[in-house]
């Protein structure tokens, strides 16, 4: 069974640049979770599906980040404009259901913001 | 706001060595607590999963316990092994959902 896919594996851009992250989930599992993990710290939430409604979006900064879950499969996560304290590494998981399930997590995108 | 820390933030031992990973948090009211892995590039693979009305799991050398009165969890390796090596992060289910809260992990070095 094929894991969670996420591409690109690495991305560097300049500052003020837009940038796109592409996941797609186990299939069958119907939530999907981007987290954002800093050198040398534990991943942190960013955005939570459930089908393609966004249930949890806290802490998702919502004036630079946007990200969409269309038809319930796929997601991407948008970055317009980048500050260089965007780089980090973006994380995308999914699960079956709730919060009984363990989360499956994708390679991750490495961001180099310049 | 829930707070998860891990000690000790690096170890290094030999190889055949038992060892412990210690896990604390700051609110009781969890749903479950995750251990996972996490090898240097990769995403994280999941090791044990300890539900909130479970004291412990159990896979192969790996054991994890849970005393949630207490705030803590600890993973237990027995008879390490140099492909033991990664860092290793306990996360806590809170929220009445399915979120996350990480801490910043442990750095395994398992030496020949």
């Known amino acids: 069974e094929a894991g969670v896919v996420q591409s690109p594996r690495y991305k560097i851009i300049e500052k003020k640049q837009p940038v796109a992250f592409w996941c797609n989930p186990i299939s069958g599992h119907n939530t999907l979770y981007w987290y954002l993990q800093n050198l040398g710290q534990g991943p942190e939430l960013l955005i939570r599906y459930e089908n393609e409604e966004a249930v949890d979006d806290s802490q998702l900064p919502k004036d630079r980040f946007s990200a969409e879950r269309l038809k319930g499969v796929d997601s991407t996560l948008k970055i317009q404009p980048a500050e260089l304290g965007d780089s980090a590494v973006y994380l995308c998981?999914?699960?079956?259901?709730?919060?009984?399930?363990?989360?499956?997590f994708g390679p991750g995108t490495r961001l180099t913001v310049l | 706001k829930q707070e998860v820390t891990q000690i000790p933030a690096a170890l290094s031992v030999p190889e055949g060595e038992n060892l412990v990973l210690n896990c604390s948090f700051t609110d009781s009211a969890i749903y479950n607590l995750q251990w996972f892995r996490q090898d240097p590039g990769k995403g994280l693979t999941s090791l044990l999963l300890i539900q909130s009305s479970q004291r412990e799991q159990t896979s192969g050398r790996l054991n994890a316990s849970l005393d949630k009165s207490s705030g803590r969890s600890t993973l237990y390796i027995a008879a390490s092994q140099p492909g033991d090596s990664a860092t290793y992060l306990c996360a806590v289910g809170t929220g009445g959902g399915n979120k996350l809260t990480f801490g910043t992990g442990t750095q395994l070095k398992v030496e020949l």
């Open positions: 998981a999914s699960s079956l259901a709730g919060n009984t399930d363990t989360q499956y």
